[in-house]
């Protein structure tokens, strides 16, 4: 399903943001997170950010880097304690397992 991109508005008052797995660095999700990107960083609020594996995570932080510039972290990168305990192979790489949330960090601002 589609969903319309967050904006300015839908983030007033926010004192924070979640994202939970988004793959912002994923190619096939990448440019659909621009516009709820661009929103969060205009927002200036702090940012939860979770990821599948480290490769995911990793991923995301390169393309945050490359449209944001170096990273303002609060909690750096790191396992996740609240992790999903169930695991399954990353479908890209049957090599990596991956879990839900299994890595988060906490950005000050994007």
């Not at 797995?21 to 200036?44: E, F, K, M, S």
């Not at 393309?63 to 695991?87: H, I, K, M, Q, T």
């Amino acid at each position: 399903t589609s969903r319309a991109p967050c904006d300015a508005a839908s983030l007033a008052g926010a004192d924070a943001v979640a994202l939970f797995n988004p793959g912002v660095g994923h190619p096939a999700l990448a440019d659909g997170w621009t516009p709820t990107l661009d929103a969060i960083r205009d927002a200036g609020v702090p940012v939860l950010a979770t990821a599948l594996s480290d490769a995911d995570q990793q991923r995301d932080l390169d393309a945050l880097a490359a449209r944001y510039g170096p990273a303002d972290f609060v909690v750096p990168p790191e396992d996740n304690p609240f992790a999903s305990r169930d695991a399954w192979p990353d479908p890209e790489d049957s090599s990596c397992v991956v879990r839900a949330n299994a890595r988060a960090c906490v950005f000050g601002r994007l």
